[in-house]
């Protein structure tokens, strides 16, 4: 089935480490996003791409890091810069022309 | 930047009750839709309704593009449609980045 697969769905990490989200799709989607959702509020950005090799901050990068080596891949890294990094990560995807987005199921990160 | 508002914040319903969501936008977009977060927190496409109507099921969106509003209309519910309804709408060059409001929690009580 086409559909947009994030992992892991839960982790746990400790304060000073790196840790990274995996997403992949294979919608053929041309663009892929991160949002971020705190308990309560609604989402927020923080990187895009909309071709491979190319990405682009949104309204929250500052901590994070992203690659997008192919166009399936959009991996997110959360780095130990990152002040508060525990929340809901969500990865989209979208065709380029309509921008309609198409979620995945989230990864839920605890930092302890 | 475009800023997005919905309203209610919460509604809660009696099972088969009708209801009207609303997402305010505070500038033209040119990308709409409507998402059900479900309480496992995946988010599911309703709509994708940059103008106009559409009907599915049970559900129906319009969104009047001239006047910055859009509409979910949800009738006859059930305890399933619990959960938050998110208007997003986009901004800057990319069609697909989306702000999005904060959201309408939905609590169908049997």
């Known amino acids: 089935d086409g559909g947009i697969t994030q992992s892991p769905k839960y982790l746990f990490r400790k304060e000073g480490q790196n840790v990274t989200l995996s997403c992949e799709q294979n919608?053929?989607?041309?663009?892929m996003y991160w949002y971020r959702q705190d308990p309560g509020q609604g989402l927020r950005l923080i990187y895009y791409?909309?071709?491979?090799?190319?990405?682009q901050k949104g309204d929250i990068a500052e901590g994070y890091s992203v690659s997008r080596e192919k166009k399936e891949s959009f991996p997110l890294t959360v780095t130990s810069a990152q002040k508060n990094p525990t929340a809901f990560y969500l990865c989209?995807?979208?065709?380029?022309?309509?921008?309609?987005?198409?979620f995945g199921e989230g990864s839920r990160l605890t930092v302890l | 930047g475009i800023q997005v508002e919905q309203s209610p914040p919460d509604l809660i319903l009696q099972e088969g009750a009708n209801s009207t969501l609303r997402c305010n936008f505070s500038?033209?977009?040119?990308?709409l839709q409507w998402f059900h977060q479900n309480p496992w927190g995946q988010l599911i496409n309703l709509f994708y309704?940059?103008?106009g109507t559409k009907q599915n099921g049970r559900l129906s969106a319009t969104t009047v593009a001239t006047e910055r509003y859009s509409l979910l209309y949800i009738s006859s519910s059930q305890t399933t449609d619990s959960g938050v309804y998110f208007c997003a709408s986009n901004y800057g060059g990319s069609q697909g980045n989306l702000i999005f409001g904060k959201g309408t929690k939905l609590s169908v009580k049997p």
């Open positions: 989209a995807s979208s065709p380029r022309v309509t921008g309609e987005l198409f």
């Open positions: 500038d033209s977009v040119n990308n």
């Open positions: 919608l053929n989607h041309d663009a």
């Open positions: 791409s909309q071709i491979v090799n190319d990405f």
């Open positions: 309704i940059p103008s």
